[in-house]
Structures are given as C-alpha cells and as structure tokens.
C-alpha cells in the first residue's frame, strides 16, 4: 500500500473520490431529483438535529437549530424559484448538502473523540468534554435522549459501576 492511498491503489482511490465529488456536484445541481434516494439521509438530521446542537454546544435552544434550519431552506427555495424558476436548483442543493455535512461530521466527530477520550454519557457531550479536559474545567454529562443510544448508555455505567 502507498501512502498516499487507502486502499492501495492510487487509481481507484481518486475514482471514489471522483464519485464523491460528481455526488456532491449532481445533488447541489438538482437536489430535488435525487431527494428519493437521500430520504434516509435526511431523515436523521430531521429527527434529532435539536439534541446534536444543543448537546454538543451545551445550550439550550430546544427546537430552534431545526426550525432555523427548515426556514433557511424554505427561503432559499423561494429565492431559487424567482430567480431559476425552480426549486430544484444548486441555490438550495449546496446549502442543503454542506447543511446534511455539518450533521453528519459533528455527529461522525462526536462518535470518534467519545471512543478515544470515554466520554461518559452522550456521545454529543464528547467535544465539549475534551475541551473541558484540556481547560481542566469539568463538563456536564447527559444521558442521550435516543432510545436506542441511552440503553447502550445504562448498560456502559452497569460495567463501569461494577
């Protein structure tokens, strides 16, 4: 393997880089035609954007992160259908896209540093926890408010507890 490959060959490596890429330029270009295929996608930071901001930047916002975001995109779907005539146009799809990005880095971040640094309870809590580490300031722990996540929580402080 090269080093400056992933999976060992250069070549394939920048096709799936390449892919990526036309993705990314085809769903801000006509985000709308490809909306089918992006329904799970999306339908993650629909459910739980509120407690991954409001979590992982310890405030307490409540729904506004998700309502901010659905007004941001709405006018942005108008701006593009007075000015291309269409929703479905890259002045919606590349907010759209870097907007699912954020949600998915922040929350692909928080998983990492959470395993890395054993941040206690919500794995959302694990950047500010790491800051509060290195500042020597104690951080607030808080259980994760998703069903499944919180149950693998009880069972974590089982072990730990004993």
Known sequence: MTPNSVSGNSGEDQFALWEIIRFFDVASAE????????????????????????????KSWGSRPLLVSVIVLVVLGGVAYLIAGSFNSRIVGVPLNLW???????????FVVAALIATPGCEMRAIPELFGRLRGMPSAEHECPVTFISTIDAWERSCSSG
Do not use: D
């Open 31 to 58: 985000p709308l035609s490809t909306l089918s295929s992006r329904v799970p996608l999306l339908f993650g930071p629909l459910c739980v954007l509120n407690y991954v901001v409001n979590i992982g930047f310890a």
């Open 100 to 110: 699912l990005g954020y949600f998915y880095a922040h929350l692909g971040l928080s």
